[in-house]
T-cell receptor, first 109, second 111 residues
Framework: DVKVTQSSRYLVKRTGEKVFLECVQDMDHENMFWYRQDPGLGLRLIYFSYDVKMKEKGDIPEGYSVSREKKERFSLILESASTNQTSMYLC????????FGSGTRLTVV | QKEVEQNSGPLSVPEGAIASLNCTYSDRGSQSFFWYRQYSGKSPELIMFIYSNGDKEDGRFTAQLNKASQYVSLLIRDSQPSDSATYLCAVSGGGADGLTFGKGTHLIIQP
């Protein structure tokens, strides 16, 4: 089975901090995705990548950037965290449908 | 803008009955359709996918697709309390740009 690992389960950061969310997959998959999930808004795509050093904007990229230097690792970066970025962040890789990581619940105070 | 619509619920079903979850989508070019189950505080897990019109069965789960009506459904037979969760419908256009998700239906199986 594919394993998708997100480095932190819970994270609390201060407004204005630069935040890194890490995601690692163990199956050499090309496509990786970052979503955020909020009550009443569902899952929304932030960024995705289909190869090393390649990235594409999703539906809500504002305030975020990504990095994919190695195939197995896809990082989401909050350049200057704000309270409206408090959310559950989910990383996924694509096989038949997504395999999700366990999620990072980020609180920005 | 692709849209996927689901009734948010809660949908309450007695144990042992059939739970029927529905989903409509806006993009007629959609190719692949997925159902995910998400327990509270957990990440979504894939339970079914379907590509062709008709029914697809896997154990107690049946996915139904009607592309002409742009409608996907999930039936859960012999519902168990452990089926209580939020069910997410997701749609793909077939490219590498990921899935569009509905907001989910909260299902409650009453013992």
């Amino acid at each position: 089975d594919v394993k998708v690992t997100q480095s932190s389960r819970y994270l609390v950061k201060r407004t204005g901090e630069k935040v890194f969310l890490e995601c690692v997959q163990d199956m050499d998959h090309e496509n990786m995705f970052w979503y955020r999930q909020d009550p009443g808004l569902g899952l929304r795509l932030i960024y995705f990548s289909y190869d090393v050093k390649m990235k594409e904007k999703g539906d809500i990229p504002e305030g975020y950037s990504v990095s994919r230097e190695k195939k197995e690792r896809f990082s989401l970066i909050l350049e200057s965290a704000s309270t409206n970025q408090t959310s559950m962040y989910l990383c996924a890789t694509w096989t038949v449908g997504y395999t999700f990581g366990s999620g990072t619940r980020l609180t920005v105070v | 803008q692709k849209e996927v619509e689901q009734n948010s619920g809660p949908l309450s079903v007695p144990e042992g009955a059939i739970a029927s979850l529905n989903c409509t989508y806006s993009d007629r070019g959609s190719q692949s359709f997925f159902w995910y189950r998400q327990y509270s505080g957990k990440s979504p897990e894939l339970i079914m996918f379907i590509y062709s019109n008709g029914d697809k069965e896997d154990g107690r789960f049946t996915a139904q697709l009607n592309k002409a009506s742009q409608y996907v459904s999930l039936l859960i037979r012999d519902s168990q309390p452990s089926d209580s969760a939020t069910y997410l419908c997701a749609v793909s256009g077939g490219g590498a740009d990921g899935l569009t998700f509905g907001k989910g239906t909260h299902l409650i199986i009453q013992p």
